[in-house]
Each structure stands twice: as C-alpha cells, then as structure tokens.
Nanobody, 124 residues
C-alpha cells in the first residue's frame, strides 16, 4: 500500500519561506513522477509543481514560478517543495500526489495516490 505523508506546513508572514516534505512509502518511488497541488478556501484544487521520475524535469504554475522549487531525493523516497517569497494568496492546503503516467502531468485527474495535505497560512 502506497502512502504519501506531507509535513512542513504552518503559519508564516508575507515574504517568508517554508519547506514542505512528502514522504512516500511503498516500492519503486523513483518510477513515478510526482506533483504538488493546493486548494485554497472556496477554490478548486490547482496545480502547483511537478517533477519527473529522475528529477530532471520540473514545471510550475505561473503563480508560483520563480518563488517555489520542487525537488526529490529518490534515496529517501521524498519530494520537497521549497516555498520562498510567500504571499497571502499562497494560503491553502497543499497536497503531494503520484502519477503513473510516464510524462509529467498538470491535471489532478492524472494522479492516483494523494497525501492527506498540510496547511500553509501566509499572514499579511
């Protein structure tokens, strides 16, 4: 049974930083591309960032590009999201997810296993 467990969320002021982690249990972590999504209050879940199986390819939503960095450590079966220059609009529950598609995906329907989420709150 594959499980994804996010951590690292919290309350931070505008301009601050947080680093989210997503620990993945189960076999073959390096065989799957991974993504981060978020859901803000009264909004739909939206794509944040993705990373390929090897970590060689990454992509970001326009709203976080240049501020967030996704990475992974296949030896630790963990994917990270470094979030810098945070703004109140980044306030949301952040989820990591796994996709079985060979090519990285930006739509949540392409991801089959999800974590429980971690709350990020950015105060103004």
């Amino acid at each position: 049974q594959v499980q994804l467990v996010e951590s690292g969320g919290g309350l931070v002021q505008t301009g601050g930083s947080l680093r989210l982690s997503c620990a993945v249990s189960g076999p073959s972590f390096s065989s799957f591309a991974m993504g981060w999504f978020r859901r803000a209050p009264r909004k739909e879940r939206e794509f944040v960032a993705l990373i390929s199986r090897s970590g060689g390819t990454t992509d970001y939503s326009d709203s976080v590009k240049g501020r967030f960095t996704i990475s992974r450590d296949n030896t630790k079966a963990t994917v990270y999201l470094q979030m810098d220059s945070l703004i109140p609009e980044d306030t949301a529950v952040y989820y990591c997810a796994r996709t079985q598609y060979y090519t990285p995906q930006t739509v949540p329907e392409k991801y089959d296993v999800w974590g429980q989420g971690t709350q990020v709150t950015v105060s103004s």
